[in-house]
């Protein structure tokens, strides 16, 4: 292999045989850029490791790191500090990319040119819905075409939407110069721990140059039983999102942009866990009114993409006055969403999930109401 790597994937793996040699093969379908593959070993007990070495054995691009267990973000920073490439992206074993990813995205950067290469390259990614059944399909992630940055590179001042939706980490690429001066790693915690929420703002918030490519490479299996996002304690996404919160407060950044869609987010996480009874858990309410705590109020009544119920609730959690909130900013938002999933996803899926959307919205709401009745 040459001396100079353009990328290294890493790829944190624990007990994912199922997926794993897809998740690799589809790796090694890139071939116009030097690569290594970082395969690191977080002490599985099925059959991951043998996988690992069957593709070591077969592609020399391919480095198997064999380690006790510890978890995503130790995994990742291991791989990160054995890495040579001029970029790092991580792969997680359970997903796939589509063939010349790497390729494709490395040669973008260059693009820029070889002695300004950006910081962050990043991209949309394919939802692979309902994985492993019948009803499988590929669906437009909820911010393709949405990030219109006005110039290319750009800042999250320029693009606050790139940090709004889901983490995504993996769906880019980091110059690795970058993540080393900034002395960026992950949290390391038991398990996946949810760490790609901090990692995301401090990537993506520290970057001087981020440049997207509106086109989707990576294939994201949602929801598999036993992932982290299916399996994890409601307290999490409370945890992880004060992480973030931090990270906002550390850099100073007071920009309207970026505290709305960490907002946004902090919302998100909070209906999910309405949704699943959280304010009959004492403790995880208080967690909803600490976190609503650090969002002023501008902030909050600006999110016409949040219900004025939930915002309303915010306010109460965090012992504030409730004041006027409007409806309309939000009809209209639920308005414009639909016609953007339509023309995303088609007007079946688009339908279907609004649908879903506004049952669990109702839901929301109901409980809010009992909750506010009860208090």
Request: aromatic share 10%; net charge negative; charged share 25%.
């Amino acid at each position: 292999m040459s001396e100079q790597v353009d990328v290294s994937v890493i790829l944190p793996i624990y007990n994912t045989e199922k997926f794993l040699d897809q998740a690799l093969t589809s790796a090694e379908q890139n071939d116009r850029i030097n690569l290594e593959i970082i395969a690191v070993n977080d002490g599985s007990t099925d059959s991951s490791l043998e996988i690992m070495r069957a593709h070591e054995s077969r592609d020399p691009r391919v480095r198997v790191i064999d380690k006790p267990n510890q978890g995503y973000g130790a995994s990742v920073n291991r791989g990160f500090s054995e890495a040579r490439g001029t970029y790092l992206a991580i792969l997680e074993p359970d997903d796939y990319v589509m063939p010349h990813m790497y390729d494709d995205l490395f040669e973008f950067a260059k693009g820029f040119g070889e002695e300004s290469l950006p910081d962050v390259v990043k991209t949309p990614y394919w939802r692979i819905w309902m994985p492993g059944t019948p009803e499988e399909r590929r669906l437009n992630c909820a911010y393709y075409s949405r990030i219109r940055p006005p110039h290319q590179p750009f800042t999250v001042f320029d693009c606050p939407r790139v940090v709004q939706h889901h983490p995504s980490i993996w769906s880019a690429i980091y110059r690795r110069g970058f993540i080393e001066d900034k002395g960026i790693r992950f949290k390391e915690l038991p398990g996946a721990g949810w760490v790609d929420n901090p990692f995301l703002f401090e990537t993506m918030c520290q970057a001087e140059s981020i440049v997207y490519k509106n086109v989707p490479y990576y294939c994201y299996r949602e929801d598999l039983p036993g992932s982290s996002s299916a399996t994890r304690v409601l307290s999490l996404s409370f945890e992880r999102w004060n992480d973030m919160a931090d990270v906002v407060d550390r850099l100073k950044i007071t920009d309207r942009g970026v505290l709305k869609a960490l907002a946004t987010i902090a919302f998100r996480y909070a209906g999910e866990a309405i949704g699943r009874g959280a304010l009959e858990d004492d403790e995880l309410t208080e967690a909803m009114g600490q976190m609503f705590s650090r969002i002023d109020d501008e902030t909050i009544l600006s999110l016409e993409n949040v219900s004025p119920q939930l915002r309303a609730l915010a306010f109460r959690l965090s012992g504030r006055p409730v004041p006027p909130i409007s409806k309309v900013g939000y009809l209209k938002g639920l308005l414009s969403e639909f016609a953007y999933s339509i023309k995303i996803n088609g007007i079946g899926f688009a339908a279907m999930q609004t649908s879903v959307y506004l049952r669990r919205r109702n839901a929301q709401d109901k409980q809010s109401e009992t909750y506010v009745d009860r208090t």
